[in-house]
């Protein structure tokens, strides 16, 4: 049982629990009866509206949920890996859009896991598998091809580990993934962005179809911030793609092609020997 407690007594107020990545808090919406707001330690990291799990309120969640409405037809069921847990909301938003789709969720936060399931409990129709595991290492007990999608969202605090930034790790992706496939990372990075381009190289060595979508101030390394990555073997959807960024309520940018190889300015691949964690955030961005 996770040694989680209300802060303050009543129903709808903040819960909050120690985790193996430090203190996770749940915040109630005050706009939504049963939607609630995961922190680590301050630092946000998900949130999920029981009632409306189509409902995705942070930016980078809506820009992956556009690609999960966009790889297939309207209502058609994936197969989808989630490298990642937090409050399990893209699994949510996937089961919600496309029923009958299949997904596990890798989270090596065994507390955290815990801590979601008993206060945040899944759908027992939806078909989501949730195993306590290293997202690397579990790609290894993945068969060839299986997967439509695979959504890479980790973070340790509020940084990406190293092992995860490679191409090694890339290439490990591919090979669960269907020739058709897709991956959606969703990195963080801010001035000068060396971390972004090097990823983005990281994955052109493996993908040859790759667009990214982010606020335009973060593009031009104004501040730090999230980034969508998105990448496959095959044509992406890249107009409705733009379309739908472009028309969200804080709106984006994407970008593709040769402006995007422009955009890496000659950066190297990362490989498992040079590889670094993502930079750590200002430390004053989620005040």
Same mark, same amino acid.
């Given at each position: =049982?996770?040694?989680?407690?209300?802060? #303050?007594?009543?129903?709808?107020? *903040?819960? &909050?629990?120690?985790?193996?990545?430090?203190?996770?808090?749940?915040?109630?919406?005050?706009?939504?009866?049963?939607?609630?707001? !995961? +922190?680590?330690?301050?630092?946000?990291?998900?949130?999920?509206?029981?009632?409306?799990?189509?409902?995705?309120?942070?930016?980078?969640?809506? $820009?992956?949920?556009?690609? &999960?409405?966009?790889?297939? *037809?309207?209502?058609?069921?994936?197969?989808?890996?989630?490298?990642?847990?937090? /409050?399990?909301?893209?699994?949510?938003?996937?089961?919600?859009?496309?029923?009958?789709?299949?997904?596990?969720?890798?989270?090596?936060?065994?507390?955290?896991?815990? %801590?979601?399931?008993? $206060?945040?409990?899944?759908?027992?129709?939806?078909?989501?598998? @949730? #195993?306590?595991?290293?997202?690397?290492?579990?790609?290894?007990?993945?068969?060839?091809?299986?997967?439509? =999608? &695979?959504?890479?969202?980790?973070?340790?605090?509020?940084?990406?580990?190293?092992?995860?930034?490679?191409?090694?790790?890339?290439?490990?992706?591919? #090979?669960?993934?269907?020739?058709?496939?897709?991956?959606?990372?969703?990195?963080?990075?801010?001035?000068?962005?060396?971390? !972004?381009?090097?990823?983005?190289?990281?994955?052109?060595?493996? %993908?040859?179809? !790759?667009? +990214?979508?982010?606020?335009? /101030?973060?593009?031009?390394?104004?501040?730090?911030?999230? &980034? @969508?990555?998105? /990448?496959?073997?095959?044509?992406?959807?890249?107009?409705?793609?733009?379309?739908?960024?472009?028309?969200?309520?804080?709106?984006?940018? @994407?970008?593709?092609? $040769?402006?995007?190889?422009? %955009?890496?300015?000659?950066?190297?691949?990362?490989?498992?020997?040079?590889?670094?964690?993502?930079?750590?955030?200002?430390?004053?961005?989620?005040?």
């Amino acid at each position: =049982m996770s040694k989680s407690k209300r802060r #303050r007594g009543g129903g709808g107020e *903040p819960v &909050v629990a120690r985790v193996d990545g430090g203190i996770a808090e749940l915040v109630p919406d005050p706009e939504r009866p049963r939607a609630w707001s !995961l +922190l680590i330690d301050g630092a946000p990291q998900s949130h999920i509206d029981l009632d409306d799990p189509e409902y995705l309120s942070f930016e980078y969640q809506r $820009r992956i949920g556009h690609i &999960v409405d966009l790889i297939a *037809p309207p209502g058609r069921a994936l197969k989808v890996l989630h490298l990642g847990g937090g /409050a399990f909301t893209l699994a949510r938003y996937v089961a919600a859009t496309r029923p009958r789709s299949t997904q596990q969720i890798f989270e090596i936060d065994a507390p955290l896991v815990e %801590f979601v399931r008993e $206060r945040l409990p899944l759908d027992p129709g939806a078909r989501i598998r @949730v #195993r306590t595991a290293d997202a690397r290492a579990s790609l290894g007990r993945i068969q060839d091809g299986w997967a439509d =999608m &695979v959504i890479a969202d980790v973070f340790n605090g509020a940084r990406t580990p190293a092992h995860l930034t490679s191409v090694e790790f890339i290439a490990e992706v591919r #090979r669960v993934l269907d020739p058709a496939g897709h991956y959606v990372a969703n990195l963080a990075d801010g001035p000068p962005l060396a971390h !972004l381009r090097a990823q983005i190289a990281t994955v052109a060595t493996v %993908f040859p179809k !790759l667009a +990214l979508a982010t606020d335009p /101030a973060v593009l031009r390394g104004r501040r730090f911030g999230n &980034v @969508v990555l998105l /990448a496959s073997a095959v044509s992406l959807p890249i107009a409705e793609f733009t379309r739908r960024v472009a028309g969200d309520p804080h709106p984006g940018r @994407v970008e593709h092609g $040769r402006g995007l190889i422009d %955009f890496t300015g000659g950066a190297v691949a990362v490989t498992d020997a040079d590889a670094k964690p993502s930079p750590a955030p200002p430390p004053d961005i989620f005040r």
